[in-house]
C-alpha cells in the first residue's frame, strides 16, 4: 500500500503541471451568443477528454484507500470543470470517506445547486448520519424520497436516520418496502433485522440474520450484527463466538462491554 500511494503521490504532482496547461482560450473576435455556446461546448469536450486520466486516477486512488490522492485528483480535476455536478458529488463522496465532513457539505449543497440531485441529497444524508445530526440527515432523505419515493438507497438512508431517532416501527416501515421489490436485499434485511433487535424484538430478528449470517459469503457486518443481537439479549457466549469470527481478542472485549452498555440502556 505504501509504494502504492507513493506512485499516486508522484502521478498526483506530475498532474498538478499538467493541469496547469489546460486553459480555455478568450474568443478575440466578437462572436453571436448562439456561436460563444457551440464554442464553450466545444471547449468543455476538449477539457474533459483531457482530464479523463486525472479522473481515471482519482477513483483508482480511491478504491484503494489512498483518500488523500483521491482528494487532490478531484481537486484537480473540478479546476477544469467547476460545474460538473455529478463529478462535484464523486469528490463530495470521497471527502465523507476522509471524514472532511464540512467540505462535503459544501460540496454536495454545490452540486445541488438550484436543482436538488438525488445523490446530492443522499450524501448530506449520510453526513448528518455520521455526525450523529439524525433530524437533520431525516429531512434531507426526505427530500430524496420525494424525488424517488421508491429507490432503495433513499429508503433505507431514511430507515438509518429513523433508526437513531428511537423511531423503530417508522423504520421498520422503510426497510420493508425495499423488500417488497427486493426480497433478497441483503443492506435492507440487515437494516431491518437490527431494528428489531433495537425495538426488543429478538426472535424476529434472529430468524433475520441467522440463515444470513450461515451463508459463506455473508459479509462481517450481518455476522457482527448478530453477535450484538446476541449481546443485548444477554447471551455473551454466543455474542463472543460470533465477534471473533471476525475479530480479534481486543476487538471482541470492546464489542461485549459495549453490548453490556447498551443492553443497560436498553427501555
Known amino acids: 500500500m505504501t509504494d502504492a500511494k507513493s506512485r499516486f503521490g508522484r502521478t498526483v504532482r506530475a498532474l498538478f503541471l499538467i493541469s496547469a496547461s489546460i486553459a480555455l482560450a478568450d474568443c478575440a473576435v466578437a462572436s453571436t451568443p448562439a456561436k460563444e455556446a457551440a464554442e464553450k461546448s466545444a471547449q468543455d469536450v476538449v477539457v474533459r477528454e483531457q482530464l479523463l486520466p486525472v479522473l481515471r486516477l482519482a477513483r483508482a486512488a480511491r478504491d484503494a484507500g489512498d483518500l488523500s490522492s483521491a482528494v487532490n485528483l478531484y481537486r484537480t480535476a473540478l479546476n477544469g470543470q467547476p460545474d460538473d455536478a455529478a463529478l462535484t458529488v464523486e469528490f463530495a463522496d470521497t471527502l465523507q470517506d476522509a471524514g472532511a465532513f464540512d467540505e462535503a457539505i459544501n460540496a454536495y449543497n454545490k452540486a445541488n445547486g438550484k436543482m436538488p440531485r438525488l445523490d446530492g441529497l443522499l450524501g448530506l444524508a449520510r453526513v448528518h448520519l455520521a455526525l450523529g445530526q439524525a ?84 459479509p462481517p457486518r450481518v455476522r457482527q450484527n448478530l453477535a450484538l443481537v446476541y449481546g443485548l439479549m444477554g447471551n455473551k457466549a454466543r455474542a463472543t463466538e460470533l465477534s471473533r469470527v471476525d475479530l480479534d481478542k481486543e476487538a471482541t472485549e470492546a464489542n461485549l462491554r459495549f453490548f453490556d452498555y447498551a443492553r443497560s440502556e436498553m427501555p
Do not use: C, W
Not at 135 to 154: H, I, N, Y
Not at 155 to 162: K, P, Q
Not at 169 to 175: D, I, K, L, M, R
Not at 194 to 199: C, H
Open 135 to 218: 433530524d437533520k440527515a431525516l429531512g434531507f432523505a426526505e427530500q430524496a424520497r420525494a424525488l424517488a419515493p421508491t429507490e432503495s438507497r433513499v429508503l433505507i438512508t431514511r430507515g438509518v436516520a429513523l433508526d437513531m431517532l428511537g423511531r423503530h416501527p417508522e423504520a421498520q416501515g422503510s426497510y420493508r418496502a425495499v423488500l417488497e421489490v427486493q426480497p433478497r436485499s441483503v443492506a435492507a434485511r440487515n437494516d431491518l433485522a437490527l431494528s428489531l433487535a433495537l425495538a426488543g424484538q429478538y426472535p424476529e430478528a434472529l430468524d433475520i440474520l441467522t440463515p444470513m449470517a450461515k451463508s459463506t459469503t455473508a
